[in-house]
């Protein structure tokens, strides 16, 4: 069966410092990739995505991700870490299906916790 | 304004009852979507509907029932038959067109059965 795992699920990181957050998936066909976050009392807004193309995405608020094919991953990244980025993450895949139909496939999330 | 819009925010109810939670969206989008959220859990699909009086189960349908009368509409019924009701609910659309388009959720519903 397809699965998402993030293998982080609680970071603390002090303002100013490097992000970088797992996600792996098990799928070996065609695969979109995206990353939400939920922001404390808002609603799941999309970060970035990957449908094809260059596999170094960039997105909202200085995020990107790298898509690895070989390594089934899509790490989710931010040079530079502010306190405003204090939030729930999850990595999403979206395989098609041997039916020809898309499934969206969520990770357990990374609660991050960014330091004043 | 677009969205989706899910009512109550906070819903409480007694065990044993069932419990109608709204979804609406004015997006236009043909399918819409219900997840259930729990802690270290992630996002579990419950339902998802791709056209009007259509739906499919998701990974966890059991103790739940959905309608699709309505494009706009996708209300989801948590019966008494559902083992661990309390949990945030979440909806979601997207349009078909194409496929791999973007999911849009809604603020979500929290519901806690006493």
């Known amino acids: 069966a397809q699965s998402v795992s993030q293998h982080n699920h609680h970071v603390i990181l002090s303002e100013a410092a490097s992000l970088e957050l797992g996600c792996n998936y098990s799928?070996?066909?065609?695969?979109?990739l995206f990353w939400y976050v939920q922001y404390p009392g808002q609603h799941l807004q999309l970060l970035l995505k990957?449908?094809?193309?260059?596999?170094l995405v960039k997105g909202i608020k200085g995020f990107e991700a790298e898509f690895i094919k070989s390594k089934f991953s899509f790490n989710l990244r931010k040079p530079s870490v502010q306190w405003s980025d204090t939030a729930e993450y999850f990595c999403?895949?979206?395989?098609?299906?041997?039916?020809?139909?898309?499934?969206?496939?969520f990770g357990t999330g990374t609660r991050l916790k960014v330091l004043a | 304004d677009g969205g989706i819009t899910q009512s109550p925010k906070y819903l409480f109810r007694k065990e044993g009852q069932n419990v109608t939670l709204s979804c609406e969206q004015n997006?236009?989008?043909?399918?819409m979507y219900w997840y259930r959220q729990d802690p270290g859990q992630g996002l579990r699909l419950i339902y998802y509907?791709?056209?009007?009086?259509?739906?499919q189960k998701g990974d966890i349908a059991e103790g739940y029932s959905v309608s699709r009368e309505k494009k706009e509409s996708f209300p989801l019924t948590v019966t008494s038959a559902q083992k661990n009701p309390t949990a945030f609910y979440l909806c979601?659309?997207?349009?078909?067109?194409?496929?791999?388009?973007?999911?849009?959720f809604g603020p979500g519903t929290r519901l806690t059965v006493l």
């Open positions: 979601a659309s997207k349009t078909e067109v194409p496929l791999t388009d973007t999911q849009y």
């Open positions: 509907s791709q056209i009007v009086n259509d739906f």
């Open positions: 999403a895949v979206n395989p098609l299906l041997p039916s020809g139909t898309y499934k969206y496939i």
């Open positions: 799928y070996g066909g065609t695969v979109n």
């Open positions: 990957y449908f094809s193309g260059d596999p």
């Open positions: 997006l236009n989008h043909d399918a």
